[in-house]
């Protein structure tokens, strides 16, 4: 369980996530809030699910929240996806882990460059993973109601 000190990390990751909506020119408010919503949901489930012990599966089940989220609040809306998505999963990119693999591959340490850049590679493939199976999903249940209704379209 969370401790009380942690809400105020909530609350600047949804401030963080809404500022990112100018840059990718959300024009709604609405749509701002909700976006923004996303990014704080995902570093919420992030937290949450920190009792797993492995931060990867943290990732990845942070990630199918927050691209089913995504999902509903594009149908919601009626917008695209993909600017739910980003917004949502920002708080999750491994910066520090780029960073990092960076800065030991430039000062030699080739065996930290190699730990913290695979390390830095499963996060983004969790990552891809998650929104990957979310979106596979969408798609297959979008697709056997659109067979649903030919067939009963067929019928009658």
């Not at 840059?23 to 992030?46: D, E, N, P, Q, R």
């Not at 491994?94 to 000062?107: A, D, L, R």
């Not at 499963?122 to 929104?131: D, E, H, K, M, P």
Request: glycine share 8%; net charge positive; charged share 10%.
């Amino acid at each position: 369980m969370w401790m009380i000190e942690e809400i105020p990390v909530f609350i600047y990751t949804f401030l963080a996530c809404f500022s990112f909506c100018f840059i990718f020119k959300f024009h709604k408010l609405s749509h701002m809030i909700a976006a923004a919503t996303g990014g704080m949901l995902s570093w919420v489930f992030y937290v949450a699910c920190a009792p797993t012990g492995n931060d990867l599966t943290q990732y990845l089940i942070s990630t199918i929240i927050v691209s089913s989220y995504a999902e509903i609040m594009a149908r919601v809306f009626k917008a695209p996806v993909t600017g739910f998505l980003t917004i949502g999963i920002l708080p999750l990119v491994p910066g520090g882990g780029i960073y990092y693999t960076m800065e030991y591959c430039v000062s030699g340490d080739t065996d930290m460059f190699i730990e913290t850049g695979i390390h830095t590679i499963a996060i983004a493939g969790a990552l891809a993973v998650g929104v990957l199976v979310v979106s596979s999903l969408v798609r297959l249940v979008h697709m056997m109601r659109l067979n649903l209704k030919q067939r009963i379209k067929s019928k009658t």
